[in-house]
């Protein structure tokens, strides 16, 4: 063991992570020396307290350690004096919380008169991670000489269960916050797309409307940007384009959702002109390959981009961020349009935002029709359909987007590899997947998600409405000819 001096100016640092202490009141400077020792590499602060309890007290001190290790980028754990104490005028109730990067992961109960151990995993690499973009640590001149640095060694512990929670959802807030970030996200999307049509002097829109979830999202966002621009929703065009695979629940959802929100609503089929262009470029009709796919897609793009050249307004792009994240769309189809109000939204979050938008924002007839489309299998429609039900569902193909949403906030955010994204999806999903599952559908998230950078690295503009997105010009400026490195799907042989 080693004997040191306890100050505010002592770390104690190992290969893995560094860790300091203060003392009760050191939190509640102005400035506490823990915020100095976070800048000099502590990842975990400890604060040894005796804070005696007042009513009230407890939500500002919890408060207050949630946001002081959020600032930190730390993980902070706070322990005060309990039973035992004397009362003889104040009374100390055994709080202790941990907490890490603004988050409270586990605290104890106070006013037990049992002993009490709260244990928790802090994760040390998300908080690697998130100093690296943090301009206070990127900037910060180290004043080592002015430090007392004490080494340890962190012994093999071998395998522990992880006792935190993971939500499944992690684009989703959980509980009562849901609705108010639903409609935060809505006026994001809503304002960014007003701001352009006035930038630009446009005073109509363009948007094909497929009678699934993305296009419902945009078109509700579109009519939303209208209403605070005072400009008609008739100028907003609507247009359904069924072909080979459309069905009529979704045809007619289109149609229905366009009639009730007041908007200029257009049918126009692309099944004539798909076949001639087939007999244009030589292809057999009843050869359903990506050819007969994305011809599709592109004929309906042709149609947007046309009609909106002729009108005088801006093509409004439907497609999700999950979708981009896996390059679930057509190069030069679905994946252009002038403005994408959706290119920051996961497929987990537009699902809620469907639902809230029908509970919130509308009401009887269209509060029906999206409900309906939240209840649709989410599918392209591009291959035939079968006694008018939906053949061809996206999910089978790519996998489950709640899966590959898991995947992408915890790459993208934290930067994690595939066995640290396997460990967590594991106590995610452990009642809803097996982990063989789990693995093959990472192995398609990290295989798509490289492969088709060269997609992202051309989008078009499109509003950011959480910390992450996929803009090349923003958050994600990656090569589109880079290689999947085996470290990064680490389990993989």
Same mark, same amino acid.
């Given at each position: 063991?080693?004997?040191?001096?306890?100050? =505010?100016?002592?770390?104690?640092?190992?290969?893995?992570?560094?860790?300091?202490?203060?003392?009760?009141?050191?939190?509640?400077?102005?400035?506490?020396?823990?915020?100095?020792?976070?800048?000099?590499?502590?990842?975990?602060?400890?604060?040894?307290?005796?804070?005696?309890?007042?009513?009230?007290?407890?939500?500002?001190?919890?408060?207050?350690?949630?946001?002081?290790?959020?600032?930190?980028?730390?993980?902070?754990?706070?322990?005060? =004096?309990?039973?035992?104490?004397?009362?003889?005028?104040?009374?100390?109730?055994?709080?202790?919380?941990?907490?890490?990067?603004?988050?409270?992961?586990?605290?104890?109960?106070?006013?037990?008169?049992?002993?009490?151990?709260?244990?928790?995993?802090?994760?040390?690499?998300?908080?690697?991670?998130?100093?690296?973009?943090?301009?206070?640590?990127?900037?910060?001149?180290?004043? =080592?000489?002015?430090?007392?640095?004490?080494?340890?060694?962190?012994?093999?512990?071998?395998?522990?269960?992880?006792?935190?929670?993971?939500?499944?959802?992690?684009?989703?807030?959980?509980?009562?916050?849901? $609705?108010?970030?639903?409609?935060?996200?809505?006026?994001?999307?809503?304002?960014?797309?007003?701001?352009?049509?006035?930038?630009?002097?446009?005073?109509?829109?363009?948007?094909?409307?497929?009678?699934?979830?993305?296009?419902?999202?945009?078109?509700?966002?579109?009519?939303?940007?209208?209403?605070?621009?005072?400009?008609?929703?008739?100028?907003?065009?609507?247009?359904?384009?069924?072909?080979?695979?459309?069905?009529?629940?979704?045809?007619?959802?289109?149609?229905?959702?366009?009639?009730?929100?007041?908007?200029?609503?257009?049918?126009?089929?692309?099944?004539?002109?798909?076949?001639?262009?087939?007999?244009?470029?030589?292809?057999?009709?009843?050869?359903?390959?990506?050819?007969?796919?994305?011809?599709?897609?592109?004929?309906?793009?042709?149609?947007?981009?046309?009609?909106?050249?002729?009108?005088?307004?801006?093509?409004?792009?439907?497609?999700?961020?999950?979708?981009?994240?896996?390059? &679930?769309?057509?190069?030069?189809? $679905?994946?252009?349009?002038m403005y994408g109000v959706n290119s920051g939204v996961p497929k987990t979050l537009v699902r809620h935002l469907v639902e809230w938008a029908a509970r919130c924002k509308t009401?009887?007839?269209?509060?029906?029709?999206?409900?309906?489309?939240?209840?649709?299998?989410?599918?392209?429609?591009?291959?035939?359909?079968?006694?008018?039900?939906?053949?061809?569902k996206t999910e089978d193909i790519v996998g489950p987007y709640e899966l590959h949403d898991f995947f992408l906030y915890h790459f993208l955010r934290f930067g994690y590899n595939? $066995?640290?994204?396997?460990?967590?999806?594991?106590?995610?999903?452990?009642?809803?997947?097996?982990?063989?599952?789990?693995?093959? &559908?990472?192995?398609?998230?990290?295989?798509?998600?490289?492969?088709?950078?060269?997609?992202?690295?051309?989008?078009?503009?499109?509003?950011?409405?959480?910390?992450? $997105?996929?803009?090349?010009?923003?958050?994600?400026?990656?090569?589109?000819?880079?290689?999947?490195?085996?470290?990064?799907?680490?389990?993989?042989?």
């Amino acid at each position: 063991g080693q004997q040191c001096c306890l100050c =505010a100016n002592t770390l104690f640092r190992s290969r893995e992570l560094s860790f300091s202490i203060e003392i009760c009141q050191d939190l509640w400077a102005v400035v506490p020396p823990s915020s100095k020792q976070a800048l000099e590499g502590s990842h975990i602060i400890f604060n040894l307290s005796a804070s005696d309890e007042l009513a009230g007290k407890n939500d500002y001190r919890r408060t207050l350690v949630a946001q002081h290790s959020g600032r930190c980028n730390a993980g902070y754990v706070y322990a005060s =004096a309990g039973f035992g104490e004397s009362s003889t005028d104040v009374l100390f109730a055994s709080s202790a919380i941990i907490a890490e990067n603004g988050v409270i992961l586990a605290e104890s109960n106070r006013f037990s008169f049992d002993q009490q151990l709260v244990i928790t995993e802090i994760d040390i690499e998300r908080l690697r991670n998130d100093r690296l973009h943090n301009d206070s640590f990127k900037n910060y001149v180290s004043e =080592a000489t002015l430090w007392r640095v004490h080494s340890f060694e962190i012994k093999e512990v071998g395998s522990l269960d992880l006792t935190r929670e993971v939500s499944k959802h992690p684009f989703v807030p959980a509980g009562d916050k849901l $609705d108010e970030r639903c409609c935060e996200i809505f006026d994001i999307q809503s304002n960014a797309l007003a701001i352009r049509l006035a930038n630009t002097g446009i005073d109509k829109a363009v948007i094909g409307i497929s009678g699934g979830l993305d296009s419902s999202l945009a078109l509700m966002v579109t009519a939303e940007a209208f209403d605070k621009l005072s400009t008609p929703r008739s100028n907003i065009i609507g247009i359904t384009m069924p072909g080979f695979g459309t069905t009529s629940r979704t045809e007619d959802n289109s149609m229905a959702l366009m009639e009730s929100l007041g908007i200029s609503a257009r049918r126009i089929s692309i099944e004539k002109a798909v076949m001639q262009h087939f007999v244009d470029i030589g292809h057999n009709k009843d050869i359903h390959d990506t050819t007969y796919e994305n011809s599709q897609a592109r004929e309906r793009t042709q149609i947007l981009m046309d009609v909106a050249n002729k009108e005088g307004a801006l093509v409004v792009g439907t497609g999700d961020m999950s979708e981009l994240a896996l390059g &679930w769309c057509t190069y030069n189809g $679905d994946h252009i349009s002038m403005y994408g109000v959706n290119s920051g939204v996961p497929k987990t979050l537009v699902r809620h935002l469907v639902e809230w938008a029908a509970r919130c924002k509308t009401d009887g007839e269209t509060a029906k029709i999206l409900l309906d489309v939240l209840d649709t299998p989410i599918s392209p429609e591009l291959l035939p359909h079968s006694n008018d039900s939906i053949s061809q569902k996206t999910e089978d193909i790519v996998g489950p987007y709640e899966l590959h949403d898991f995947f992408l906030y915890h790459f993208l955010r934290f930067g994690y590899n595939a $066995d640290k994204m396997l460990l967590f999806a594991k106590k995610s999903f452990k009642n809803d997947y097996s982990v063989e599952n789990i693995k093959k &559908w990472l192995n398609v998230f990290f295989s798509r998600f490289f492969s088709q950078q060269f997609k992202r690295s051309c989008m078009p503009d499109g509003v950011k409405v959480g910390n992450i $997105d996929l803009s090349p010009r923003g958050s994600l400026r990656m090569a589109s000819d880079i290689r999947l490195c085996g470290e990064m799907c680490g389990f993989k042989k």
